[in-house]
């Protein structure tokens, strides 16, 4: 009966339940975006206009969202343990600083490739089932339909085991740390040139945040974005359709056949996804966090 109260007492749950809101904000404005990236990724089927306009035909807009329970699901923790852990190590790379004061853009940057590194152990999983999920009905995966996360997660853990469950996990390490880098340290350098003195005081308006949370994602998918792609088609294998051997193997197959333009492709619907996502994440993060440290009342400035 006493759990809640004091889990949010602590900060470390304020900032669990806080990420929760801010990741779940992020899926809900983003998944649409995020299919149609995936589907550009896995094979040449035109523009994300072209891609759209063929799912919501054959499929229903409903497809659209396929796969998305398992992110979902795993959402509240994963966002919880991806802040909880940048603010550890982000104020642990600076050993001089006081309670009150901001880390450094250093600490930043370090504390985000640290937190991008170890939270792939637990995406990797997740993001190989939404993929699977989200090419069901294309050529890419020939075999029959399953009917959610589950069912999907079952089939990989019996058919491939413990490996073919973390299948790509060192191609989403290889892009997470640097990624997660570049996210904090934009995300934290444009809300200060956005709204000086506002990573101290903690004062900033409702567009600062989604601005500034918009940049930053952008700037870490950009950073990152061809070992995405190699990541999704490395993910969409199945043990019947094995075609790359790692992820050297697929950069070269994929170049050789395609040329170099597929390292980028469905890079403007990544973008565009992950302004609108990374606006909401950064957001609603923020004010769910006001909320909670300052039992209802949050200290931000009118938006103007």
Known sequence: MDFWPEFLASSWGREFVAGGFGGIAGIISGYPLDTLRVRQQSSDTGSAFTILRHVVGKEGPSALYRGMAAPLASVTFQNAMVFQIYAVFSRAFDTSLSPNDPPSYKGVALGGVSTGALQSLLLSPVELVKIRLQLQNTAKLTESPQKGPLQVAKTIWRKEGLKGMYRGLGITVLRDAPSHGFYFWTYEYMREQLHPGCRKSG???????????????????????????????????????????????????????????????????????????NGAIFSAYEIALRCLFSNGCIQMEETI
């Open 203 to 277: 004062q900033e308006t409702l567009n600062t945040m989604l601005i500034a949370g918009g940049l930053a994602g952008v700037a870490s998918w950009v950073c990152c974005y061809p070992l995405d792609v190699i990541k999704t088609r490395l993910q969409a294998q199945t043990p019947s359709s094995l075609k790359y051997r790692g992820i050297l193997d697929c950069i070269g197959k994929s170049v050789k056949a395609e040329g170099y333009g597929v390292l980028w492709r469905g890079l403007g619907t990544a973008v565009a996804r992950a302004f609108v996502v």
